[in-house]
C-alpha cells in the first residue's frame, strides 16, 4: 500500500484498466481455442460494449417514458446491472441477511457476526464491504483510533459492525441511512453484534441530516467518514459534509465502489481538490465476480 502523505493516481478507464476487467475470459477462450490473448480480448470487448450500449439505451428510453427522477432512475438501473453481472441472481436484501446471521452467529460476538455475513454473501450476492475490503477498514481504525465515525450507508449494518468492535468504549458511529426497510434491519444487526452502545442508525437522507449533526446528535468534530450510499450522491454529500465545519485537518474520508457500479466524479473531486490527498486501493468485488475490478479511495482532509 502506498504512504499517506502521497497521492496515488489510477487509470480506471484506460485501455489497460479495461484490458483487466476482460482478461480472465481471455485467458479462458485462449486454453479452450488456442487464440491469442490480445485478439480473444478484442472480440469480447467489442461484444461487451455493442451489449452495454444496447441495454443502456433500452434503460434510458424506458427513462424518458416513465419519467423517472434521477436518483430513481440510477437505482433501478444498479439493480438492472447488478443482475445482470449475478446471471440473473435478485440480490439479497438486508432483512434476509440479519434472519442468517441471527440463526448462524452467537449473539454478542461481533467477529463471527461479521464471518457469518461473509459465509452467506458466498451464495447470496451483496452489496457490502465484505472481507477483503473490511481489512482496510480495520487497518485504519487501529491506526486512527477515531472517536466520531459517520457513515453514509448503512445497509444491513456490515461496515458499521466492522468498524466499531475496533473503537474504543465511548465513541461513537452514526449510520445514515436513506431506506427504512434498511435502517431497521441494520439497528437489529448493529444490536445482535452487541455494539448499539457505540453506533446509531438514524433513518433519512444524508442531505436532510448532516446539517443536524451538530445540534441535534452534538457532534463537534469527525474523525472517519465512511460513505458506501448512492454513488452519485458522494460527491454533493462529501461537500455538505465540508460545509458543516465538523471535519477537521486530518479527517479520513473512506469511500467504496469507486471502480464498481462507480464513482468517477467523486474520484476526480477528490483526487484534484488541493483539500485532499487521496490514496486508491485496488480491490476485487467477489460477492459479485470474483475477477471484477474495483477499488476504496481514501482521502485525508488537509482542513
Not at 466524479?265 to 486508491?280: M, P
Request: glycine share 6%; with cysteine.
Amino acid at each position: 500500500m502506498a504512504s499517506d502523505d502521497s497521492s496515488v493516481k489510477v487509470t480506471p478507464y484506460t485501455v489497460d484498466g479495461l484490458m483487466e476487467r476482460f482478461y480472465w475470459f481471455s485467458e479462458i477462450v485462449e486454453s479452450r481455442t488456442g487464440l491469442s490473448v490480445s485478439f480473444t480480448t478484442l472480440i469480447w470487448a467489442v461484444f461487451i460494449s455493442s451489449l452495454l450500449t444496447a441495454f443502456v439505451s433500452y434503460l434510458i428510453l424506458r427513462l424518458t417514458r416513465s419519467g423517472l427522477d434521477g436518483v430513481a432512475f440510477t437505482s433501478k438501473f444498479t439493480k438492472a446491472l447488478r443482475n445482470l453481472l449475478t446471471s440473473g441472481s435478485e440480490m439479497a436484501t438486508p432483512r434476509d441477511v440479519v434472519c442468517y446471521v441471527k440463526a448462524h452467529a452467537e449473539e454478542n460476538n461481533p467477529d463471527m457476526v461479521l464471518k457469518a455475513s461473509d459465509l452467506y454473501s458466498e451464495s447470496n450476492p451483496l452489496m457490502h464491504l465484505g472481507e477483503s475490503k473490511g481489512k482496510i477498514v480495520d487497518k485504519l481504525v487501529v491506526e486512527r483510533n477515531p472517536k466520531v465515525v459517520i457513515e453514509l450507508g448503512a445497509y444491513f449494518g456490515y461496515s458499521a459492525v466492522r468498524t466499531a468492535r475496533l473503537m474504543k468504549k465511548g465513541s461513537r458511529l452514526i449510520s445514515i441511512e436513506f431506506n427504512p426497510s434498511s435502517a431497521d434491519a441494520s439497528r437489529d444487526f448493529v444490536k445482535f453484534a452487541g455494539l448499539s452502545d457505540r453506533v446509531e442508525i438514524v433513518t433519512g437522507s444524508a442531505a436532510e441530516r448532516i446539517p443536524l449533526l451538530r445540534d441535534q446528535f452534538g457532534i463537534t468534530e469527525i474523525d472517519l467518514v465512511l460513505i458506501d450510499h448512492h454513488k452519485e450522491l458522494y460527491t454533493s454529500d462529501l461537500k455538505l459534509l465540508e460545509k458543516t465545519g465538523l471535519m477537521k485537518n486530518g479527517t479520513v474520508v473512506l469511500a467504496d465502489n469507486i471502480l464498481f457500479p462507480g464513482a468517477p466524479d467523486y474520484a476526480k473531486y477528490v483526487r484534484k481538490s488541493h483539500k485532499y490527498k487521496s490514496i486508491t486501493y485496488p480491490s476485487r468485488v467477489p460477492e459479485i465476480r470474483p475477477r471484477m475490478v474495483d477499488s476504496v479511495e481514501k482521502s485525508i482532509y488537509q482542513g
